[in-house]
């Protein structure tokens, strides 16, 4: 009987094992699989019923959390909401949150697993479990300056520090107040949420980093100058045919350059010259003699077609993959199907003024646990050369000159040296324009890359160009943090 | 003390003309006081522990009806130092942590809920802690020698019957999460017969196989190298297996009938040594779930809900996986040292209290503290077949084996299930879960067992003769 006996016992130590491993494999294999499914609503009371840490401007709280008598035991708070909506996005009782309160949850809700230690420790010592604070790298002033400066604007302004990849400012609008979708009541959330979605203006989209993304138009000349220099085949000086109107290959369509005549006077006009009074023909021209697989290259080098998360998630700004000569010809002047978002340019601008060397944008500065300790600490990072020192100096000059002699003339500032770039992209036929403007200041010592976003034609239809529009905003921007 | 006990082996020694040391009975009681002073020092810290972390206060109250409650299991304690002195001294400071535990964790459900009084369903647990140790503690007066209940084998095997058959009797029977498994009047007093009816069996089945395990296990051909029993010995396996479909069938209570099949089992191969009598029963049982799954939507839903938690259909379906899924989502959230007693969210699992307490405790006291639950019923499953082991008589031994056993598999079944070991089926967990009946049954088994236990050191070389 004994020897029955110990085989029940084993097959009953082997049930028990099995019980052992089935918990662990739930409680520790796949915890976070588990945790990270939407259906779990405990993952999101728990991120509301721990002290969420702050975010914070400056030190200055932009989001914090306050106790609230209810299930959810904290209350968001959003100062300021809707100016740092597209920094901080919004933590919902009953669907994902966005912004850095997505991208950052697991360390704002102190789950990480940097903050295990941390969170053993407290729970031990009895304290109440906490988050990580977040500093982020935007500074109040230029933040406050852009969204004054947007005013009314349909579009986003974003600043960038050209040496790091801070984002020192970014602004959207039209945009929303993200305490409205921070109520302890799911079905208000709901209501709102769908009312913002239902809303014509989109408020809901960071403009700034995505939303609808619009063609650049004009900017896109600077990453075709970058490609010409770059072949060693052009030069500043370099001349192409200049006439009113250019014939698209294999097609009647007509491409006339924003002045509807030539590009200044001469049957030949040259690149900087193009450049610094914006004309379409020479860059439809010098498209077809680059080649759509080198302006592709050069977008790329510059950031076009990768996906940056800073940390908030971006959307890709792209370069066509295979266009036809029309096409390639159109995209010369940031036409067809050439997509950027204002970050995107802002990363040109940025790696000009950075001697040729694209940084990867961030939104963060730091992040520190509740008992001081720094968890992360900013780390410039480079995404990658994108033009050699030479032909960023070369190309700071023709943008410069665009600023004081040419078409973004509207960006000048007194006693400052900007470069700069308008653009005016056009959409379907009747439909307004999209309105740009990128550079940066001061040109001698980059400091900020700014790059402006209008739509809609600022609300002037066809009749809003660039230079009227966006670079009087870049200007206002700049001279509110050069001032400072 | 020494002397004494020294003087007392000696004295027993040429009567039964063994060699074994007799052990001092005083040592293990003060062994089991120690525990069970540890025992009731935790189960006091978990409720103030829940008190703190959902109240944030503490409420004397239940604090006080749990020191009532410890008051009485020392009194169990005292008993045995007078009518048990040689039982085990871990089973009962185990079954009391457990139980404590389970109380604690039902408190805590009903803060969330927001429940006081008599609708607490803590309070009524207290209340059936108490009468499930006074049951224990009557089985342990009454039953001085288990052998009394071999002379009973046929009549428990009839009582395993009628209480399994009660809830199908019109006006008497009720039916809860499907399963038709409840006797009340009203919904005042309520009860699961079936758990009881798992001890008479136990009875039934040892002295049952005691009396024909010859028949059983000798004669018969061999086939694939197994012996496998004769045509008309197959009869008791055959009305145990329709037993337990029939529970399947009439009641929707998959796991019970898992669970009385699997002791029946077990025991009968303990007791005829044939592994052809394993291989025929769960043959048996298989093909019956099979037929079940396609035939019976409820097991089919089980299934379903089993091998396709996450689906969202199944996850949304009428009595589909959302209870399942949520309690891994809690186990998750627990990790792996959990949210603390009163700060997780196990309220919103459905049934958090009885079905899905296992999973309510792993949530709040995370895989450390479902590790050191499971190691408290892997002692207490131990020390039963340690009776297995060194019992002398064959229906002692059998009972032993088969009370243990039916815990180990109870705790199998439904944490299995919570953790999608196996498919999920409504049994109660083994001193943790709310409800009353499952409370007297396995406050029962701690009696028999520790009864059990102590006859084996009084009666080292004692042999029954079937």
Redesign the interface.
């Known amino acids: 009987?004994?020897?029955?006996?110990k085989?029940?016992?084993i097959?009953?130590?082997l049930?028990?094992l099995?019980?052992?491993v089935?918990?662990?494999v739930?409680?520790?294999v796949?915890?976070d699989?588990?945790?990270a499914?939407p259906?779990?609503?405990?993952?999101l009371?728990?991120s509301y019923s721990v002290e969420r840490g702050p975010i914070l401007v400056g030190g200055d709280p932009i989001a914090f959390s306050e106790p609230s008598d209810d299930d959810y035991k904290f209350q968001r708070v959003y100062a300021n909401g809707p100016l740092y909506a597209p920094v901080t996005g919004f933590i919902p009782v009953n669907g994902e949150a966005t912004g850095l309160e997505g991208s950052l949850n697991a360390e704002l809700s102190g789950t990480s697993e940097s903050q295990f230690f941390d969170s053993?420790n407290r729970?031990i010592s009895g304290q109440d479990p906490m988050g990580a604070s977040v500093e982020v790298t935007i500074d109040p002033v230029a933040q406050q300056a852009a969204w004054d400066a947007l005013g009314d604007y349909t579009g986003a302004i974003i600043v960038t520090q050209p040496s790091s990849g801070r984002v020192i400012a970014m602004v959207t609008k039209p945009t929303y107040d993200p305490n409205s979708l921070a109520v302890h009541n799911g079905e208000e959330v709901e209501q709102t949420y769908q009312n913002l979605v239902e809303d014509p203006g989109d408020p809901l989209f960071n403009r700034a980093t995505g939303g609808d993304m619009n063609p650049p138009g004009s900017v896109f000349k600077l990453v075709m100058t970058a490609a010409a220099l770059e072949s060693g085949q052009y030069t500043p000086d370099s001349t192409f045919p200049n006439p009113a109107e250019f014939t698209l290959p294999e097609t009647s369509s007509v491409v006339r350059n924003s002045s509807g005549g030539t590009c200044g006077s001469g049957s030949e006009v040259t690149l900087a010259t193009a450049l610094r009074l914006s004309c379409n023909i020479p860059f439809a021209e010098l498209a077809l003699e680059l080649g759509d697989d080198a302006i592709r290259a050069q977008a790329e080098k510059f950031g076009f077609n990768s996906n940056f998360t800073i940390p908030n998630p971006t959307e890709t700004s792209t370069y066509p993959a295979n266009p036809d000569a029309p096409q390639t010809a159109l995209s010369g002047f940031g036409q067809g199907d050439v997509r950027a978002t204002p970050m995107q340019m802002a990363m040109v601008s940025a790696a000009i003024a950075n001697g040729g060397i694209v940084m990867d944008p961030d939104l963060v500065e730091s992040i520190t646990a509740p008992d001081f300790r720094p968890i992360e600490e900013f780390d410039a990072t480079q995404f990658g050369r994108a033009i050699s020192e030479s032909t960023a100096r070369t190309m700071t000059e023709m943008m410069v000159n665009g600023v004081e002699n040419g078409a973004a003339s509207n960006a000048r500032i007194d006693g400052v040296s900007v470069a700069g770039k308008t653009g005016t992209a056009e959409n379907g036929e009747d439909d307004p324009y999209t309105l740009w403007f990128t550079g940066f200041a001061p040109a001698d010592d980059p400091q900020y890359a700014i790059t402006v976003l209008v739509e809609d034609g600022g609300g002037l239809g066809q009749e809003g160009f660039g230079n009227l529009i966006a670079a009087p905003l870049a200007k206002q921007v700049l001279e509110a943090v050069l001032n400072k | 003390m020494t002397d004494r006990s020294a003087a007392r082996a000696a004295e027993r020694a040429p009567a039964t003309g063994s060699v074994r040391r007799i052990r001092m009975p005083q040592k293990l009681r003060n062994l089991e006081l120690g525990l069970l002073i540890v025992a009731c020092v935790i189960n006091a810290g978990a409720i103030v522990l829940v008190q703190l972390g959902a109240l944030g206060r503490i409420d004397t109250q239940l604090v006080l009806l749990g020191a009532g409650l410890s008051a009485l299991v020392f009194g169990l304690h005292i008993a045995m130092r007078f009518v048990a002195r040689d039982a085990d001294p871990f089973l009962l400071p185990v079954a009391t942590v457990l139980n404590g535990l389970g109380i604690a964790m039902i408190y805590r459900i009903d803060i969330a809920y927001g429940d006081a009084g008599w609708d607490s369903a803590a309070v009524r647990q207290i209340v059936w802690s108490v009468i499930a140790i006074v049951a224990a503690l009557a089985t342990i007066l009454l039953i001085r020698n288990h052998r009394t209940l071999f002379r009973y084998t046929y009549l428990s095997g009839l009582i395993a019957i009628v209480l399994l058959l009660l809830p199908l009797v019109p006006g008497l029977g009720q039916t809860r999460g499907g399963a038709r498994v409840w006797v009340g009047i009203g919904d005042l007093v309520t009860f699961q017969p079936g758990e009881i009816a798992k001890i008479a069996l136990a009875v039934f089945f040892a002295g049952y196989l005691v009396r024909n395990r010859d028949s059983l296990s000798m004669v018969g051909r061999t086939f694939l190298g197994m012996r496998f029993p004769r045509g008309r010995d197959l009869g008791p396996l055959l009305v145990v297996w329709a037993l337990s479909m029939a529970v399947i069938v009439f009641q929707r209570d998959l796991g019970t009938a898992l669970l009385y099949f699997g002791l029946f089992l077990v025991m009968l191969y303990v007791a005829t040594s044939r592994l052809s009598w394993v291989v025929l029963g769960l043959s048996l049982f298989l093909a019956g779930a099979i037929i079940a799954s396609q035939t019976l939507d409820y097991v089919n839903g089980r299934f379903q809900n089993w091998l396709n938690a996450f689906d969202p259909a199944v996850y949304d379906a009428q009595g589909g996986s959302f209870q399942l899924v949520q309690g891994l989502f809690g186990l998750a959230n627990g990790g792996l040292i959990g949210t603390g007693l009163g700060q997780g969210r196990p309220d919103l699992t459905p049934v958090p209290q009885s079905d899905y307490i296992i999973a309510s405790l792993g949530e709040e006291l995370g895989l450390a503290g479902l590790f050191a639950i499971l190691a408290l019923y892997v002692l207490f499953v131990a020390r039963g077949f340690r009776i297995g082991f060194a019992g002398q008589d064959d229906f002692g031994k059998l009972l032993g084996v088969g009370l243990s056993f039916v815990v180990a598999l109870q705790v199998f079944i439904v944490v299995g299930g919570v953790t999608r070991v196996i498919p999920l089926t409504g049994l109660t967990t083994p001193f943790l879960a709310a409800g009353g009946s499952s409370l007297v049954a396995n406050w029962i088994i701690v009696a028999l067992l520790l009864r059990l236990s102590d006859t084996v050191r009084n009666h080292p070389r004692l042999v029954i003769d079937g």
Do not use: K
């Open positions: 009987m004994n020897r029955e006996l085989r029940v016992t097959v009953s130590l049930m028990f099995t019980l052992f089935a918990s662990t739930i409680q520790y796949q915890a699989n588990l945790a499914d259906r779990n609503a405990r993952t009371y728990q053993l729970l």
